[in-house]
């Protein structure tokens, strides 16, 4: 180890704690808890430790912090069912809920660890009369929207409903396939955009607000209509680059999660999960020379630094769930030590110093100055993982008391294990294009 490194090191060490137990995260939850939203990621999508200590940070904020409801990484019309299940407005199971996870990765949220979680938030809402919901922030349900659309508009205002259909009936031809839609697109670039947009007018004018029986029927409403205009966008920045298509995405988070704090009230608080490359301010990555932008750097800009906190997790070593291609099976994958000059590798050295496998950092302003303040590799797997290969493309530099507020190190981890739904292999890649960077 040089001496910068060294001094980095010893720099850490002062912001850093070791932890066993729940009970030991309390400062770090402290810390975050008086936050309008607080963003906490994940270095994998397919590591049990990091839903298990995320599930365990959630349930203190929701319980004792008053948080009042989740927003996940996922698409909204399979999480609406969640919310409907955990506000005790259906009767399936968890496992059953889950089950309309059908697009690639399915153990992304289909896995024991979201079962265990929303089994809990279930029964929390009953026991204390609470109506603490979770909703997905993505932009993929091009055709989950436009179904679900046609259904509350078939409730609620009828004689509108042709006309509606009759527009959407331009994307009948592509057989519900969101990439072979985005593929044709460079055959008739105007692809059912005009369509779309006479269908988004009325329903985003507000008129049909009356009619909904609650406000919970309206936000379906509205958020599906929005979300068939932002995943048309997305598909269309994805094919011809006019825009960028990571942008557009988590632009679309960040619009989804301000109609959530909108409509769950002015006092309303959100917790936030994603991949750390979501929810990390891109202020302080190399993303930001590649032009894009984040969730959380987006937060911290729209709702003020003061009210927004963003918790990192990651490992050095162990085990992971991935797949080696887009559509491929689920794997066990072992994770490499981090390279030397990371800070998953430094992370590690500490632990050893600290006796402490498990450690959490708070970086207040005295952290954010002297040797963290220097650019560091950090790693980042996505569903698609080739570990020997990792060194070269898994990395991003990183101002890490920048790119996070906090940060939870765990020295070596375990792959999650998935429940049984249905896979849906026409559906468009939860995760696509950027397989290693979420």
């Known amino acids: 180890m040089n001496m910068i490194q060294n ?3 010893q720099a850490l060490e002062k912001s850093t704690k070791a932890f066993n137990d729940e009970t030991d995260l309390a400062p770090l939850i402290d ?10 990621g994940e270095s994998t999508h397919g590591t049990v430790e ?7 940070i959630t349930q203190t904020l929701i319980s004792q912090y008053g948080f009042n409801f989740v927003a996940i990484e996922g698409d909204w019309p399979a999480t609406e069912k969640i919310n409907q299940f955990v506000k005790n407005k259906t009767y399936e199971d968890a496992n059953q809920a889950l089950g309309h ?15 265990e979680f929303v089994e809990w938030l279930k029964s929390y809402n009953q026991n204390f009369k609470k109506n603490t919901g979770i909703h997905g922030l993505d932009v993929y349900s091009l055709f989950d929207s436009m179904d679900q659309v046609i259904k509350i508009m078939k409730k609620i205002d009828p ?4 006309q509606a259909e009759k527009y959407f009936s331009c994307l009948n031809q592509f057989s519900r396939d969101e990439m072979t839609y985005a593929r044709s697109l460079f055959k008739a670039p105007e692809g059912c955009k005009n369509e779309i947009l006479k269908v988004l007018e009325d329903l985003l004018s507000g008129r049909l607000e009356a009619k909904c029986d609650s406000p919970d029927v309206y936000l379906d409403l509205i958020q599906n209509a929005k979300l068939l205009r932002h995943s048309e966008d997305y598909y269309r920045a994805m094919i011809f680059g006019e825009e960028n298509s990571w942008n557009v995405r988590d632009e679309h988070m960040l619009d989804t999660l301000e109609s959530l704090l909108h409509h769950y009230g002015n006092q309303s608080k959100a917790v936030v999960w ?8 891109y202020k302080a990555t190399e993303m930001v020379n590649q032009g894009d932008v984040s969730l959380g ?20 070593s162990g085990a992971v769930l991935a797949a080696d291609a887009w559509d491929g099976p689920a794997e066990i994958k072992m994770i490499p030590h981090g390279r030397s000059e990371s800070i998953e590798n430094l992370f590690h050295e500490l632990g050893k110093k600290m006796n402490g496998r498990q450690l959490f950092s708070i970086f207040n302003h005295a952290a954010k100055n002297g040797p963290l303040s220097k650019p560091i590799p950090h790693r980042a797997i996505g569903v698609v993982y080739q570990p020997e290969s990792e060194s070269r493309r898994n990395y991003v530099q990183s101002v890490i008391p920048e790119r996070y507020d906090a940060f939870v190190f765990i020295d070596e981890t375990n ?23 979420i």
Request: glycine share 8%.
């Open 50 to 56: 990091f839903y298990k200590w995320r599930n365990a």
């Open 31 to 40: 810390f975050v808890g008086d936050k309008r939203v607080v963003m906490i």
């Open 297 to 316: 750097g987006l937060a911290r800009e729209v709702l003020g630094e003061n009210k927004v906190a963003l918790i990192g997790m990651g490992t050095n």
């Open 101 to 115: 996870y059908d697009r690639w990765p399915t153990w992304m949220w289909a896995n024991t660890e979201v079962a």
């Open 415 to 437: 792959p999650i294990v998935p429940i049984g739904s249905h896979f849906n292999h026409l559906k468009f890649p939860e995760t696509y294009p950027f397989g290693t960077r």
């Open 7 to 9: 001094d980095y090191l």
């Open 274 to 281: 994603a991949h750390n490359s979501h929810i990390g301010d």
């Open 159 to 162: 004689a509108s409903v042709e």
